[in-house]
């Protein structure tokens, strides 16, 4: 693409989209190490809104950013991420679930698909989409339109979402560049800014937090087999995406498997020095 096409296309933007409250998700976001904006998108939905460092000053590709933001939120958690991203060349949306591997869908800044039909069928199916219609609106999203830009294509994925009890705050439009999406969430009523306080302050205000959540089972000090099967899982899962990330320069990817490897570590190190009965 021309440099002057790609100046005159959208900004890099993402939003993260957590199908849980804003507050079972305000100690875990800033894990990430990255100034966000937290608000209500739903009855059963959060939004984050990235400031945006690391791709507007870093150069990181937005989508691998978002990839490992989302799968980082997902690990171990009840509920699925679904990452929107976008930038002057292409759009799409990553959906990461527990440990599973994370689904990606991609168009063209035209609006042209460039992505697996399986991906968006495996997508619906992960966040519990009506297997008729609103599967029937999903597949609609991948078959060429002359008319659909990839802007447009976000769009249509999230009016099918409504149906699942999403609901974005006006102005958190895909497309929007990141400062713009940063303003019109923080205007909202509730929202919450979401920064890093260092690595104590928030690992106590994550643990005191979650204890009271439907993670408590899972985690380290629970001394339950659903703990250790978790912190084994979280080790094996941890070292080969944080290897990747160093290897690939990947801030997204690096965050996601250090989390991993330090939460699956502290778990392990609890149970090996628990009192056995």
């Not at 980082?72 to 759009?91: F, I, N, Q």
């Not at 205007?187 to 302050?201: L, Y």
Request: proline share 9%.
């Amino acid at each position: 693409m021309s440099t002057e096409a790609r100046a005159s296309g959208p900004a890099p933007g993402a939003l993260l989209l957590c199908r849980t409250d804003p507050a079972s998700l305000a100690p875990v976001a800033p894990l990430l190490r990255e100034r966000m904006v937290l608000t209500q998108a739903g009855p059963e939905w959060s939004a984050l809104v990235p400031e945006g460092k690391p791709w507007s000053h870093g150069g990181e590709p937005v989508d691998r950013v978002l990839t490992g933001w989302a799968t980082a939120l997902a690990v171990g958690a009840p509920w699925p991420v679904l990452a929107l991203w976008w930038d002057a060349d292409r759009a799409g949306c990553t959906l990461a679930a527990g440990f599973r591997r994370p689904v990606t869908y991609v168009w063209l800044a035209n609006g042209t698909p460039a992505g697996e039909d399986e991906a968006m069928r495996t997508l619906g199916a992960r966040l519990g989409l009506d297997p008729v219609l609103d599967m029937q609106a999903l597949e609609r999203l991948t078959a060429a339109d002359a008319g659909t830009d990839a802007r447009a294509r976000l769009r249509g994925l999230l009016a099918v979402l409504t149906r699942a009890g999403l609901t974005l705050p006006p102005g958190l439009t895909p497309g929007e560049p990141a400062t713009r999406l940063r303003e019109a969430a923080l205007v909202r009523p509730d929202a919450e800014k979401i920064a890093w306080p260092g690595c104590r302050d928030a690992l106590r205000t994550a643990l005191d937090a979650v204890g009271t959540t439907r993670l408590g089972p899972w985690l380290p000090w629970a001394g339950t087999p659903k703990a250790r099967a978790l912190a084994l899982a979280q080790v094996a899962a941890g070292l080969p995406l944080t290897t990747w990330g160093l290897r690939h320069r990947s801030g997204g990817w690096i965050v996601a498997g250090a989390l991993l490897l330090a939460h699956g570590a502290l778990g392990l190190v609890y149970d090996l020095g628990r009192p056995r009965d």
